[in-house]
């Protein structure tokens, strides 16, 4: 059962907003690949607006995926979005 997630809203830069998406597609199997990943979703809220969806069963689910924080360091890093913001959600059962 899912118990933890983290969604993140990514504001896309004039112009880049097809490499957004690019970049997003990408990086669905790296994050099946996780053991901890139960679900992840990239969504396109807007034209410029995309938002991730990380699911895990349990705080060892997220806290083991070594790669949670390098996918938002790499992120960052593209230098294709204006803005970028995780925030970290309970289910309520």
Avoid at 8 to 18: D, H, I, R, S
Avoid at 47 to 54: K, L, V, Y
Wanted: glycine share 8%.
């Amino acid at each position: 059962m899912v118990k933890l997630a983290i969604r993140a809203t990514l504001v896309a830069k004039p112009g880049k907003e097809a490499a957004v998406e690019a970049f997003l597609k990408s990086a669905l199997p790296l994050a099946m690949r996780e053991a901890g990943t139960t679900l992840w979703f990239a969504l396109k809220i807007t034209p410029s607006t995309f938002g991730i969806f990380d699911a895990f069963a349990d705080e060892a689910g997220r806290d083991g995926v070594p790669s949670f924080s390098v996918r938002f360091r790499t992120i960052r890093g593209t230098r294709l979005h204006a803005g970028l913001r995780p925030i970290g959600l309970q289910m309520v059962n």
